[in-house]
């Protein structure tokens, strides 16, 4: 049962002549407690604080805030691994990315290395899948790229490792729903086929592809 009133006064002698007083005088008690926080005063001062009916204006405020449930984010943040490849901007879940490597030696595999599935190069000593996106999503070259495919970036996916060339790197982004578009009318049935959504991040639009559709049709190029 709350005893205490709501007009009750409170000595606050810490603000007069404790540590947090500005005038010159000082508690007796400072030489025992030190410290106001350690004084039995403070505490009972404390609990009279917490223990004091609330103001009938404060509890109806208080019981509309909580009858109103509790405010949910507006929008939910994801995070996308960003890339271009020729001159289009390209993004995937930061959840398959497992790193990005410079460039290696492709070892082609006769009778099997095609436009789409390249062969394999080594990462960290072993040999893993390789690919060329671009021909999977019929991406032409940029005459005006000097250095192409200068990154590989390999994706881990079921335990399985899948390598592919990059022309530049922009990193990871951080998106929210409000900063997807609708994929334009003018997308490829290829770009279409791979692509979920168009997230556009300081005024540049990048295709977000579903790894769940990508990585299964660059695999589906070894049969």
């Excluded at 009750?8 to 030489?31: H, N, P, Y």
């Amino acid at each position: 049962m709350n005893s205490a009133k709501p007009d009750m006064e409170i000595d606050a002698c810490w603000k007069e002549k404790g540590v947090f007083s500005k005038e010159g005088t000082r508690c007796a008690q400072l030489a025992t407690y030190v410290h106001c926080h350690n004084c039995p005063d403070f505490t009972r001062a404390a609990r009279l604080l917490l223990d004091r009916e609330l103001d009938q204006a404060y509890r109806r405020e208080l019981t509309r805030i909580v009858a109103s449930g509790i405010a949910k984010p507006h929008h939910s943040r994801e995070a996308a691994f960003a890339f271009r490849i020729g001159r289009e901007w390209l993004s995937l879940p930061v959840g398959v990315l497992k790193e990005v490597i410079p460039s290696c030696p492709v070892h082609s595999i006769p009778h099997k290395s095609g436009d789409v599935f390249l062969g394999l190069v080594s990462i960290r000593g072993k040999l893993e899948l390789y690919f060329s996106l671009a021909a999977q999503l019929r991406i032409p070259a940029d005459p005006q790229q000097d250095n192409p495919g200068r990154w590989t970036v390999v994706c881990e996916r079921e335990g399985a490792l899948i390598s592919f060339s990059v022309d530049a790197v922009r990193g990871v982004l951080h998106y929210h729903d409000g900063m997807l578009c609708p994929l334009p009318v003018t997308l490829s049935h290829a770009d279409r086929s791979f692509c979920i959504t168009i997230v556009r991040h300081d005024d540049t639009d990048y295709g977000l592809l579903d790894p769940e559709r990508l990585f299964p049709a660059l695999l589906e190029t070894l049969a």
